[in-house]
């Protein structure tokens, strides 16, 4: 079974700084999708980016991009030039051949004027 | 556009009471799920529908029954309430089984069983 680990609970940074935040997940699968999703207080899910397994190059929108490295099985989202506004928990999400879409624990991210 | 409503969206139980869990989308969208969303567990996946008339069992669905009513409504029901199932209930969408499908999420319902 695919599973997706988010080993950091909390993380802060300074506005205007950048962070990363690590996500693991294990697969025999060769194809399959990752997302990070956004959930600020309001609990409305935000997808940020995703990233297809064929594509070797790193997904970006606008500040936010991913370092995606499939033999370690690892996908981090790095968020540079932090605002006030990205404070929100922050999910990584796994997809494969079933059509499940399978969520980490999440990262509560913290960002401090 | 609504997108994926869920009602209601705050609900008290006692423990043994049933209940459902309605939701509904206006995207013409094949596929729906149910995900429950606890501290530090993230979002677990009770059951989905990869299109209208088929149901299958996610991580957690002991003690949840599902109906994919048509391809608009999939509900969520709790036969006898537990403590345990005390937890925000989401429902999401997307357009087909495709696994590059970005999901669409309603905004969650609050469930309280005392």
């Known amino acids: 079974a695919q599973t997706v680990t988010q080993s950091q609970p909390e993380m802060s940074v300074q506005e205007a700084e950048t962070v990363t935040l690590s996500c693991t997940y294990d697969?025999?699968?060769?194809?399959?999708?990752l997302f990070w999703y956004k959930q600020p207080p309001s609990r409305q899910m935000i997808l940020v980016i995703r990233?297809?397994?064929?594509?070797?190059q790193n997904a970006t929108e606008n500040r936010f991009s991913v370092n995606f490295q499939k033999a370690a099985k690892s996908f981090s989202l790095k968020i540079s030039d932090s605002q006030l506004g990205d404070a929100a928990m922050y999910f990584c999400a796994y997809t494969g051949n079933t059509g499940k879409l399978i969520f980490g624990q999440g990262t509560t991210l913290q960002v401090k004027p | 556009n609504a997108g994926v409503t869920q009602t209601p969206k705050f609900q008290v139980l006692k423990t043994g009471q049933s209940m459902t869990l309605q939701c509904a989308q206006d995207?013409?969208?094949?596929?729906m799920y149910w995900y429950r969303q606890d501290p530090g567990m993230g979002l677990r996946l009770i059951y989905y529908s990869a299109s209208e008339g088929t149901t299958d069992k996610g991580e957690v669905p002991n003690g949840y029954n599902v109906s994919r009513l048509n391809k608009r409504e999939f509900s969520l029901r709790l036969e006898s309430a537990a403590p345990s199932q005390t937890s925000v209930y989401f429902c999401a969408s997307r357009p087909s089984w495709s696994i590059s499908g970005e999901l669409f999420f309603g905004e969650g319902s609050r469930l309280t069983v005392l």
């Open positions: 697969t025999s699968e060769s194809d399959y999708y």
């Open positions: 995207m013409n969208h094949n596929s």
């Open positions: 990233q297809e397994a064929y594509k070797q």
